[in-house]
């Protein structure tokens, strides 16, 4: 079985400060790890995923996260917020190589002040 | 390129009522996957068609039922409706394969009365 907890389900910042959503897993399989963002009345967007390769991931619009086994976690960063990061994100783990069985943390929402 | 493409957007229901959902893949992607996301909550995965049949299931009684067709759409059936079913139903397409990235389509919002 597999699970996520994301830590935080409201975090706030400003503008141009540093963001991290925090994410923890637990698959009893190496995992795969992905991050999503989901603006409001909208699908999930993949910002980035993690297949077993580099430890440190880049994504799309300036995020990245990196992966701990030892500390079963997949946080996601980016240096400086902007505006247009205001989104709920979602932590995602999936068994092996099938994305499209993914297990799902709540979300954590993130505003962004200015 | 069309990307997930699903349809209605919006349906409102009573309970006791059955629905249809239908998700048209990205174009290339044989393999879709169906989550319900509720107020507040992560989707939760639902199932997984590829190849007309259904080859991944998550924890969901058997009111909720699929089917895909031959050019890879796909539908959702959910029957008896609850209250509790009102979410957003989140369609995603993929190609089989290692590592392969899912899309999401906007999904379809049902609220059950």
């Known amino acids: 079985a597999q699970s996520v907890t994301q830590l935080g389900s409201h975090v706030s910042v400003s503008e141009g400060a540093l963001v991290l959503l925090r994410c923890n897993y637990s698959s009893s399989v190496p995992p795969y790890l992905f991050w999503y963002v989901q603006y409001p009345n909208q699908g999930l967007q993949l910002l980035l995923k993690?297949?077993?390769?580099?430890?440190l991931v880049k994504g799309i619009n300036g995020f990245e996260a990196e992966f701990k086994k030892s500390e079963t976690s997949f946080h996601l960063t980016k240096p400086s917020a902007h505006m247009s990061d205001a989104a709920e994100y979602f932590c995602a783990v999936s068994e092996g190589t099938n994305a499209g069985k993914s297990t799902f943390g709540d979300g954590t929402t993130l505003t962004v002040k200015p | 390129d069309a990307g997930v493409t699903q349809s209605p957007t919006h349906l409102i229901k009573t309970r006791g009522q059955q629905v249809t959902l239908r998700c048209s893949p990205k174009s290339g992607h044989d393999t879709v996957s169906w989550y319900q996301q509720a107020l507040g909550q992560g989707p939760q995965f639902i199932f997984q068609y590829y190849e007309e049949e259904e080859r991944q299931r998550g924890n969901f009684p058997d009111r909720f039922s699929g089917h895909q067709f031959p050019n890879y759409s796909s539908e959702l059936n959910v029957n008896a409706l609850l209250l509790g079913d009102s979410a957003l139903y989140l369609c995603?397409?993929?190609?089989?394969?290692?590592?392969?990235?899912?899309?999401f389509g906007p999904g379809t919002r049902l609220l059950v009365l």
């Open positions: 995603a397409s993929s190609r089989q394969g290692l590592g392969e990235t899912q899309y």
């Open positions: 993690y297949t077993s390769a580099a430890t």
